[in-house]
């Protein structure tokens, strides 16, 4: 065997130990941890249709509630599946937020009471959500039932619940996101 030969059956075993700790290493320490708080969780992916210039457009996205604590609504735009929107709603107030826009609403319900059909009560959409769930594999909700005038002829399909509990952290903006006032808030409501 010549000397380069040696050299690389020499290198080989060596080269197959560091291609080895390269994949062990790249494992993370960290693993997930559910809350074990007892609140009770709930989750699903959704479909919201609103019809529109006689079409009806489609966005995907997930629905994610904490009892009593907070519920995320987030809208993802089809193909690149990319977050387009969020609706946040916690038991006294509501944060809608446009990813493509970069604006945000954060307002009290008593703030937003005068531009809905009706009161939103965060309890009473738990429990909406809820008994939606115990209903089956799949539930729809109509906007006229969430109290959206703007989304009187639109509906919120939910599917594939799951209960298995997680922590929900509140929404948090960069500075890039401006403030937007109250009124542009159904203006953003019907531009998702």
Known sequence: MTTS???LSLWHPLW??????????????????L???GVPCL??????AVPSNGAVLTVGGTMKLRSGERLVLSFHAPLVRAEVARIELTPDSL???????RRYVHARFAEVASSLRRPVDFYRLEQML??????????????????????DKGNIRLYDFST???????????ARYKAASVDELLEMLSSL
């Open 5 to 7: 030969r040696r050299v």
């Open 16 to 33: 197959l130990c560091v291609l080895v700790l390269v994949v062990v290493s790249c494992r993370t320490g960290r693993e997930a941890v």
């Open 35 to 37: 809350p074990t708080d």
């Open 43 to 48: 989750s699903s992916k959704l479909q919201l």
């Open 95 to 101: 944060l809608l937020v446009d990813r493509v826009g």
């Open 130 to 151: 809820f008994a939606a769930a115990r209903a089956g594999d799949e539930a729809t909700l109509t906007g006229s039932e969430l109290g959206l005038s703007v989304l």
């Open 164 to 174: 298995t509990p997680f922590s929900l952290s509140p929404t948090r903006l960069s």
